[in-house]
């Protein structure tokens, strides 16, 4: 999300950082492309307005003029300002203090992703925080959205309400939170019809069911992908009836993500997760200077690090880091290795949480980086016996014949991945050579 932003912005700071000191002129240009890139990244303009002008403020002056990196001064302005803008520090979490069955009250348009993260919520919190949780669908139009919520909570391993055909919706909320209390459930989510467009009707309904549930969080789910937009329904529904907090789904796309930053300033109320796939696990806090941090290109470590160390094994990690530093790192380690990195999802996901390369997956474009790569590793590595894993060089010409075929892979393939591995091995031999401090020469150098 917010490539282009980041793009934009990070040629911004690159032409700052090699002018020595700032002067006005240069934060009025500065400016100009900030103001630019957020427009195009789908900000709505008193937003911008806004921003700009805050970031101006403490941009011009002595802060910026008399220090020794005006590029880096002014990226740092423009960081906090933006995170000030995405709702301050810290990720927002949701409400659960209340006597329990706690409600919690899912609206939104039809299709933005309610009922998806409905049960990405009762996953969390089921896994998570050990709490026993009840889905309940409100949706009496479409009997397809009740059983599809059904579904959802057989597979999480939640609760949900039996359904019971001709109920009303706030018949069904009271039912539910009776069920609750009764069964000793922690939490109560009620996931409410949704509409292609918002009308009167809908709002009323969601209203009348507020009312006779007392909702501890009433989170708008609104489709990042839908950029403006999302932002008028948000708008919309907060006025109707008031809203604790947002969902942005679909944020793994290439959502204009300026959505985001206009979402806060638009309805007071914080974005509190995210949605991030279609399967069940992908929903992420909120976390303001994780976003700020990657508009500005300076990548989202801190995401990276928690999806490494949620889906990384970590004992194996160490196992393989300390064959490495012996010398002694085989093709088991590497098909292990390999194993790790499909476990973190998508090439281009982890790509954009990187430094720097939000551009590089600008230039892919919406083409995965080709993993097919590893797969065939994977299944050449698994072609092979237990010995010729642990020293590939005793693989000969009539072995490789057999490993291609076993793989349905080509002799030059098989090559190809013994070529590569071989370097691999070299290149570990001369750092476990020079040594930690000799590596950070070769970086800085
Ligand atoms: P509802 O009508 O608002 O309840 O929407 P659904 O929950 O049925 O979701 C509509 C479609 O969006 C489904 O195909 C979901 O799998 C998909 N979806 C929901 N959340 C996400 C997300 O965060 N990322 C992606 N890529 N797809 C999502």
Request: glycine share 10%.
């Amino acid at each position: 999300m917010f490539d282009s932003l980041s793009g934009k912005l990070s040629d911004v700071f690159d032409g700052l950082s090699k002018r020595g000191k700032l002067s006005e002129a240069d934060v009025t240009e500065a400016m100009r492309e900030v103001r630019l890139a957020m427009l195009d990244a789908d900000v709505a303009l008193p937003v911008v307005r806004d921003f700009v002008n805050k970031v101006r403020e403490r941009a011009v002056g002595h802060e910026v003029l008399d220090s020794i990196s005006p590029g880096q001064a002014v990226a740092k302005i423009v960081n906090d300002a933006l995170i000030d803008a995405l709702g301050g520090s810290g990720a927002v979490p949701l409400n659960l203090s209340a006597t329990p069955p706690v409600p919690i009250l899912m609206v939104g348009l039809q299709g933005s992703g309610k009922t998806t993260t409905s049960g990405k919520i009762a996953l969390r919190l089921g896994l998570r925080e050990r709490k026993r949780i009840l889905l309940a669908s409100l949706d009496v139009q479409r009997p397809a959205a009740q059983l599809q919520l059904q579904q959802l909570a057989e597979r999480t391993g939640v609760g949900s309400l039996p359904i019971v055909p001709g109920q009303r919706p706030v018949e069904i909320a009271k039912r539910a939170l009776d069920v609750g209390r009764r069964e000793g459930y922690d939490v109560v989510i009620l996931d409410t019809a949704g509409r292609l467009s918002i009308d009167e009707e809908l709002m009323q309904e969601v209203r009348d069911v507020r009312d006779a549930t007392h909702p501890v969080e009433t989170l708008l789910v609104v489709d990042a992908m839908t950029g403006q937009d999302a932002v008028n329904t948000a708008q919309r529904f907060n006025e109707a009836v008031g809203i604790t907090g947002v969902v942005m789904s679909r944020m793994d796309g290439d959502a204009r993500g300026g959505a985001a930053l206009s979402m806060r300033a638009v309805t007071g109320a914080p974005i509190k997760l995210v949605g991030t796939g279609e399967k069940l696990e992908a929903l992420e806090e909120f976390y303001p200077e994780r976003v700020a941090g990657r508009i500005l290109g300076l990548g989202d470590i801190a995401g990276l690090v928690e999806r490494a160390s949620e889906t990384l094994d970590q004992e194996e990690g160490e196992r393989v880091a300390k064959k490495m530093l012996a010398g002694k790192f085989d093709l088991d380690d590497y098909a292990s290795q390999i194993r790790q990195i499909n476990k973190m999802g998508s090439i281009s996901g982890i790509l954009g949480m990187l430094p720097g390369m939000g551009k590089l997956k600008d230039k892919l474009g919406d083409k995965e980086l080709d993993t097919s790569i590893f797969k065939k590793h994977q299944a050449i590595i698994s072609s092979m016996t237990k010995a010729e894993r642990k020293t590939p060089s005793i693989i000969k010409a009539s072995r490789k014949k057999r490993i291609a075929s076993g793989s349905g892979t080509t002799v030059q393939e098989v090559n190809k991945l013994l070529k590569q591995f071989d370097d691999m091995s070299t290149m570990m031999k001369r750092i476990n050579k020079m040594g930690l401090s000799g590596m950070k020469q070769m970086l800085s150098g």
